[in-house]
Nanobody, 126 residues
Framework: QVQLEESGGGLVQAGGSLRLSCAASGRSFSSYTMGWFRQVPGKEREFVAAISWSGAYTVYADSVKGRFTISRDNAKNTVYLQMITLKPEDTAVYYC???????????????????WGQGTQVTVSS
């Protein structure tokens, strides 16, 4: 069992930056693939980024590539999402998730993850 808690969301102007954190508690954090997803009311949850258990492999949605960076610190049981050059369309609730196994294709899907946090709101004003 893994418990996940996101933090770092907030209100920022377009072009600004935020860093989201996801702290994990429970067993074997370092063995899990970690992902970030986001969701706008009335729309499906959307993949943002994922990172393999070791941090060696990452994959991003095309919409955030070059602007967002996912990283992890296994010693701190924490995964991060650094977001720069934010746009109003990045406004959403951001969720972190943990799952077993990594592939650049499979890890884009919410079904690859077993545990989810409660989410943190990111609002980008124009």
């Amino acid at each position: 069992q893994v418990q996940l808690e996101e933090s770092g969301g907030g209100l920022v102007q377009a072009g600004g930056s935020l860093r989201l954190s996801c702290a994990a508690s429970g067993r074997s954090f370092s063995s899990y693939t970690m992902g970030w997803f986001r969701q706008v009311p009335g729309k499906e949850r959307e993949f943002v980024a994922a990172i393999s258990w070791s941090g060696a492999y990452t994959v991003y949605a095309d919409s955030v590539k070059g602007r967002f960076t996912i990283s992890r610190d296994n010693a701190k049981n924490t995964v991060y999402l650094q977001m720069i050059t934010l746009k109003p369309e990045d406004t959403a609730v951001y969720y972190c998730a943990a799952g077993v196994g990594y592939s650049s294709s499979r890890s884009r899907f919410s079904t690859a993850y077993d545990y989810w946090g409660q989410g943190t709101q990111v609002t980008v004003s124009s």
